[in-house]
């Protein structure tokens, strides 16, 4: 089926327009005739009146009736229309800003300066998420602007033993933010994973 456009719907607009028209005519030929819709068609004897046009009575408000059940319909078919329109809009709109965040993922991604040669079960890195082959685009205050060295990493590592540092990646072309925590465990060091330069 084809989709409803704009068009259509000023269209069916119009056609209710006109039947608003028509039975606002026949609601005149009723009040020119002193009858109303509902007025009776008979005189107090049970006779029809001869005062009136009978026929064009009848016929006005048998029109009247079938034209409102248009008008019924043509309302019921504005409103779909409406709505089809809007939740197309509204379904464009999302696939729009989709694109647009998939754009943006691509764009504002900075280089790795370093990645995640490995990670040991049960330390801090691990329970913060990190992963093997994770590349870290952020970790404290250490970025891909001011990366020099792994002793950066050390360096932030030490005076942050206990608080947790804000590290960012990229996984999978995809950027993944957690929170890590060096701190004291089992193993050896305060993190739990090893760390290498990316070579840029």
Known sequence: ISAITMDDVKNLIKKKDEIEEQIKAYYDVLEDQGVGVEGPLVDAEGYPRDDVNLYQIRNARHNISCLQNDHKA????????????????????????VEEEAMEQQVTLPPPF?????VTEGSPASGAGLRLGDEIIEFG???????????NIAAVVQHSEGKPLRVSVIRSGQKAQMSLTPQRWSGRGLLGCNIVPVQR
């Open 114 to 118: 370093a990645r995640v040669d490995s």
């Open 141 to 151: 205050s250490v970025n891909t602007e001011n990366f020099q060295n792994l002793q």
């Open 74 to 97: 043509i309302m019921a078919e504005i409103e779909e229309a409406l709505h089809k329109l809007h939740a197309r809009e509204k379904a464009k709109r999302g696939q729009d800003e």
